[in-house]
């Protein structure tokens, strides 16, 4: 099994940044990549932004492209996601998740909240 904790969510303005992080622990020999992902009041939960947990390979979706990085420590076990302009589009509740090889994503986080102020 893999424990996943998020942290550093809160309330921000238009314009301003967050840093979340994931805190990796138990199994995370296992673990073949990380995601964040978003919920939004409403809406489906979609994906952000993903890293393989060599590092080597990264993803981000159109809609943070150029604002939104995300990025492992070397050799430990956290994943950042750093968000820079934020817009009040960005509001909603941001969750780290995980999978091994060949499987759906399958370890969450409990989520934390994102809100930007306009």
């Known amino acids: 099994q893999v424990q996943l904790q998020e942290s550093g969510g809160g309330l921000v303005q238009a314009g301003g940044s967050l840093r979340l992080s994931c805190a990796a622990s138990g199994r995370t020999f296992s673990i073949y990549e990380v995601g964040w992902f978003r919920q939004a009041p409403g809406r489906e939960r979609v994906l952000v932004a993903a890293?393989?947990?060599?590092?080597?390979?990264?993803y981000t979706d159109d809609s943070v492209k150029g604002r939104f990085t995300i990025s492992r420590d070397d050799g430990g076990n956290t994943v950042a996601l750093q968000m820079n302009s934020l817009k009040a589009e960005d509001t909603a509740v941001y969750y780290c998740t995980a999978r091994r090889r060949a499987n759906p994503y399958e370890y969450w986080g409990q989520g934390t909240q994102v809100t930007v102020s306009t």
């Open positions: 890293i393989s947990w060599s590092g080597g390979a990264t």
